[in-house]
């Protein structure tokens, strides 16, 4: 049972477009949402984080959009660069728990901006 | 200060041979995890850790062995490899004190004919 949907699966995006990558969970334990970014034979690295008691995010160009009642959130890149491209997970945990149940992660987005 | 460090880079096993992978951080955090990493599969928890001498499982322990005798490694081990288990291996640390932020090591890269 998947407990985080992410789509799309891949998505290609002009230099300057703003790619966006939506993800949806069952387990409503969850109240932590971390989106990472890995690069090719890189381990994946944290980008921005959410909680839900807000319902955005926004740190440099990357928001995430949060919508607690439709349990989905969202990732959004503004004005996105070629250095962007990358592989995209978004993940959850309940945050109570400080990580001792690990996080539970969405299958991928393989993002590609185009100069 | 080099995070998450994982030994080896690289694997090839035949079938029903054992490895163990290794896991260190050096940031004095008390959670760390194993997952695995497959085509179209994201990342899968197989087995975690929050304290010295303590282990847990996750969501695809089979297969799978893990200590924690020092506080900064966490050891995996694969006692009779299967091709089901070739896959990118990540370790990852976290404080653990109500922050889940996750820190990921570069990954191990096994594969197993």
């Not at chain 1, 944290?46 to 995430?64: M, Y």
């Amino acid at each position: 049972q998947q407990q985080v949907k992410q789509s799309p699966q891949s998505l290609i995006v002009q230099k300057g477009g703003i790619p966006i990558i939506n993800c949806a969970y069952e387990n409503t334990a969850f109240d932590y949402f971390p989106w990472y970014q890995q690069f090719p034979g890189k381990g994946p690295a944290l980008l921005i984080a959410i909680r839900p008691d807000v319902s955005e995010k926004k740190e440099g160009r990357f928001t995430i959009s949060f919508n607690k009642s439709a349990k989905q959130f969202s990732l959004h890149i503004m004005d996105s660069q070629p250095g962007d491209s990358a592989t995209y997970f978004c993940a959850a945990s309940p945050y109570s728990g400080g990580g001792a149940d690990g996080l539970t992660f969405g299958k991928g987005t393989h993002l590609i901006i185009q100069p | 200060n080099a995070g998450v460090t994982q030994t080896p880079k690289f694997r090839v096993l035949k079938t029903g041979q054992s490895m163990t992978l290794l896991c260190a951080q050096d940031m004095n955090h008390e959670y760390m995890y194993w997952y695995r990493q497959d085509p179209g599969m994201g990342l899968r928890l197989i087995h975690y850790s929050v304290g010295e001498g303590t282990t847990a499982k996750g969501e695809v322990p089979d297969g799978y062995n893990v200590s924690r005798l020092k506080k900064q490694n966490f050891l995996l081990g694969l006692e009779s490899a299967a091709p089901s288990q070739t896959s990118v291996y990540f370790c990852a640390s976290s404080a653990g004190t109500g922050v889940n932020e996750q820190y990921f090591g570069p990954g191990t890269r096994l594969t197993v004919t």
